[in-house]
């Protein structure tokens, strides 16, 4: 008899209770394979996207960025003249000038915007040839005057648009009124960009105010030329002029990948996150499958000894176990992954971001990944059961199987415990004590992660302590069938320490990261109520900046004390000591200090609002030696240079502004040209007393026609505010529901093989007079305490890791803590429904076991 065919036997004789191991394998696999295939899918799609829309060779702007939002709403641009000095180029075909502006916003006629709900941009520009390599005009045709506009076939279907209808394009040079005269559509997938096209003149005159210039030069080859010839060429031709960047159709591609890349990368990871989550929890699972096997095959175990068996061989048979588990679970998780994936397309596609089957990737690396990992995870977590069936005498073989022989958690593993759970406690409170975030954050992930270690090895020790103390309250209620459940919830300590563990864990981050959302969310009301003095606030939910015409709109609206701009402007600054950095100081008009109280350390900051003055932060004055009357040189990127006397020294101990600088409006127009100066990014606003409703409905009405701003009081402000997030951690917790969901198929997979250990203890019950009510009753009581059990701990847990993140956040402005109770204790209630849920199977098997065939079952 070998090994191997052992291992075979027992894996088969009781697939039956490796169900559900396979079952957490499957869904962890399918975590890591999903978030692979869904984010090498969405690389895929943009890469091709990128490719498609690139010329052959590309003369921009050397400034220009990709994702860059110009202040001034006027992306940078180059003459038109350009064009003659590319086309002399050798190896150039054709050279044509080409638009593309973000700083835009399209509705219909009824004022209703066309963009993307998913954060996509909206696209607007002129119609070249090079358009042709990613789309192709398949009704009416590209506009040929100042009254037509083409559109993309998805944004006409997502719109209902057809030829003839009204669509107005909302820049700062104006709006553009134009009925559709073409539809286009893309030969790739467009994830969820809206984009219109004008023709060239209007384009020009209305995207960048001057008619000629264009945002890039897109370059053409001839037939037989490569891309790198064609930029060394175009490159000479325009003499090495540093104010160009010429760029080869894969480093466009590249360029534009990059501005996606930072995003892709976190998405990716933080979902990685939560499947290395997944994976923990799933440990717990297979670490008790295996155990509670184990115990159960005792006399079989001894027999094999008894015959010859080594432990080696024993120790072998079982880890071979665990590899068919973790192939069988892998195999399947893989193959789940990539359903996994296509449905989150599916879901991101009905949310507005299109992603298409068509670019599906499954790079060889991912099922070698999930495979990998189901295994080596299956195999890492079945080693200790594996040792202590090695450890199995032949003398075993005369005991009952089943016996535990480990109901007391050892000493040695209660000392190790508390060890770590103190250094743990001491590292979170060191975390309270820290006066710099950045040590802070260092002691708190130590702190959670010795704490974390500490509980779950310690759960043993935990398990008899806080069973009883649960039981007094839940289970004594229900008479002696509550005893029963007490004792075999305490029977093996061991067991329902990791039971609770698995559940713990993920419990644990919901309530740490509920803490500090609702802190985070109290802090911000209170510093809003404080300081806050405007009663109403206008801005983009998409971060356009607000169009002039949008800011004379308010500026006439009825019932108003006063209006502010707000401006980000971009500057080199010098400092006294003789440093230079580059900041973004906000030029506001002088009523700034009303709308929002600030605090100073020097100065008066009404004076910042003087003639060529201005004011710092306490940290950047600290940092470079600034004192009040000191000059700062202040050279703006969009105009002159500046010497600035410093009026006032503002302090950051505030989460509004904090750092900021000002100045006056009027001294930022001093020094920018008028075709030059950013834009607002914000607007404030103050009702005349006992106006305020009034106030209200006349700014709504006066943007009725720029839907891509909203007006908010200080109420909607800060609902808005918590509605975001609330929608941040509902995207967490939906991410660690995967966690919970292994951890409860833990409680089941727990239950359902004490079931089968305790089979002949269950017949005896039987037929003393337990009835089959009281028989499921009494398990379904076991799991409801077990998952109580592991709630208390992450629930514990998880505040005290909030409580101390919370104490990082005050140095940060944010220092109210706030408990979210009704969370809290919502989530322990549910605990109690899961563990009843989880029961359920156990429990109708239980039940509905032949009594005399349960007696004589050979333990």
């Not at 090994?3 to 004789?13: D, E, G, I, L, Y």
């Not at 399947?332 to 991101?348: D, R, S, W």
């Not at 005991?399 to 001491?426: E, F, N, Q």
């Amino acid at each position: 008899m070998t090994v191997w065919k052992t291992s075979m036997r027992n894996f088969f004789a009781h697939k039956g209770r490796m169900a559900l191991s396979a079952v957490a394998v499957l869904l962890s696999v399918a975590f890591v394979c999903g978030t692979l295939v869904f984010t090498d899918t969405m690389n895929t799609t943009f890469d091709k996207l990128f490719a498609a829309t690139s010329a052959d060779v590309t003369v921009s702007p050397k400034t220009a960025k990709v994702d860059d939002t110009p202040e001034n709403g006027k992306p940078q641009s180059l003459p038109a003249s350009v064009i003659a000095q590319v086309e002399k180029a050798d190896g150039v075909k054709k050279a044509e000038g080409a638009i593309s502006s973000s700083a835009v916003t399209v509705v219909d006629s009824h004022n209703k915007n066309m963009g993307s709900d998913t954060g996509a941009p909206t696209l607007a520009g002129n119609w070249t040839s090079n358009d042709l390599r990613s789309m192709e005009i398949t009704s009416g045709h590209a506009p040929r005057g100042p009254t037509e506009v083409m559109v993309d076939a998805d944004t006409a279907d997502k719109h209902d648009l057809k030829i003839g209808d009204e669509l107005r394009t909302i820049a700062v040079t104006g709006d553009v009124r134009a009925r559709i005269s073409g539809i286009a559509t893309f030969k790739v997938t467009n994830p969820g960009a809206a984009i219109v096209y004008l023709d060239t003149a209007t384009a020009q005159q209305k995207l960048l105010g001057s008619p000629d210039v264009f945002t890039q030069i897109s370059i053409t080859a001839e037939p037989g030329v490569s891309d790198t010839q064609v930029k060394q060429s175009v490159t000479a031709a325009l003499d090495g002029s540093a104010a160009y960047k010429v760029q080869t159709q894969k480093e466009a591609a590249e360029s534009n990948k990059d501005s996606m890349g930072d995003f892709l990368d976190v998405m990716k990871y933080a979902m990685l996150g939560f499947a290395g989550i997944a994976f923990l929890v799933g440990i717990f699972l297979i670490v008790n499958t295996f155990s509670m096997l184990v115990a159960q095959r005792t006399r079989e175990i001894g027999l094999m000894r008894a015959i010859g068996s080594s432990r080696k061989q024993v120790n072998r048979s079982v880890l071979l176990e665990a590899v068919l588990l973790g192939i069988v679970g892998s195999i399947l998780g893989v193959a789940a992954g990539v359903g996994l994936a296509v449905g989150l397309m599916k879901l991101m596609g009905a949310i507005g971001m299109e992603l298409s089957t068509g670019d599906l990737t499954v790079a060889w690396t991912t099922p070698v990944t999930g495979l990998a990992l189901g295994i080596i995870v299956t195999v890492l977590a079945a080693y200790i059961p594996a040792r202590r069936a090695g450890k199995v005498s032949p003398m075993a073989a005369l005991r009952d199987a089943g016996t535990p022989a480990d109901a007391k958690s050892g000493w040695i593993r209660a000392g190790i415990g508390l060890v770590l759970t103190g250094a743990g406690a001491a590292a979170l409170w060191a975390t309270t004590r820290a006066d710099e975030a950045s040590d802070g954050s260092a002691f708190l992930g130590l702190g959670v992660v010795l704490t974390l270690i500490g509980f779950i090895v310690i759960g043993p020790l935990l398990a008899g302590i806080v069973v009883r103390a649960l039981s007094v309250v839940v289970l004594r209620l229900f008479g002696p069938v509550g005893r029963l459940a007490e004792r075999n919830a305490l029977r093996n300590p061991r067991r329902t320490g990791a039971t609770g563990a698995a559940l713990m864990i993920g419990l644990a981050l919901v309530a740490c990261l509920s803490v500090v959302g609702s802190s985070m969310v109290a802090s911000a009301t209170d510093e809003l109520d404080r300081s806050v003095g405007a009663d109403f606030i206008v801005q983009s939910s998409t971060g356009q900046l607000i169009v002039p015409q949008a800011a004379k709109a308010l500026e006439t609206a009825p019932g108003i004390e006063h209006i502010t701009n707000y401006k980000a402007i971009g500057a080199k600054l010098t400092n006294p000591d003789g440093t230079t950095t580059d900041e973004d100081v906000t030029a506001a008009d002088p009523t700034y200090p009303q709308d929002l109280h600030r605090e100073t350390t020097a100065g008066d900051l009404s004076a910042a609002y003087g003639k060529n003055a201005m004011s710092v932060g306490d940290d950047y004055a600290t940092e470079h030696g600034i004192k009040v009357g000191d000059t700062i040189t202040v050279a703006f990127k969009a105009g002159d240079t500046a010497k600035l006397k410093v009026a006032a020294i503002t302090s950051d101990d505030t989460t509004v502004d904090q750092g900021a600088m000002y100045m006056n409006t009027t001294t930022a127009q001093r020094y920018i040209p008028a075709d030059k100066m950013p834009k607002n990014v914000i607007m404030f606003a103050k009702a005349q007393d006992g106006k305020e409703k009034e106030a209200y409905a006349a700014l709504k009405s006066s943007l009725a026609e720029y839907p891509q701003y909203k007006v908010q009081n200080q109420a909607d402000f800060k609902q808005d505010l918590k509605d975001q997030i609330s929608q941040l951690l509902n995207i967490v917790y939906g991410l660690l529901a995967l966690a919970i969901i292994v951890a409860v198929l833990g409680v089941v997979n727990t239950l359902a093989l004490s079931v089968v250990e305790r089979t002949r203890e269950i017949g005896l019950m039987r037929a003393i007079g337990l009835s089959r009510r009281q028989l499921r009753r009494m398990i379904r009581l076991e799991s409801v305490v077990i998952a109580l059990f592991g709630a208390l701990l992450g629930l514990g847990l998880g505040m005290g890791w909030g409580t101390s993140a919370q104490k990082l956040l005050a140095l940060e402005g944010l220092g109210v803590l706030e408990i979210p109770w009704p969370t809290i204790i919502t989530v322990f209630v549910a605990s109690a429904f899961v563990g009843l849920f989880a029961a359920l199977v156990p429990a109708f098997r239980a039940g509905r076991m032949n009594v005399l065939n349960a007696i004589a079952t050979d333990g």
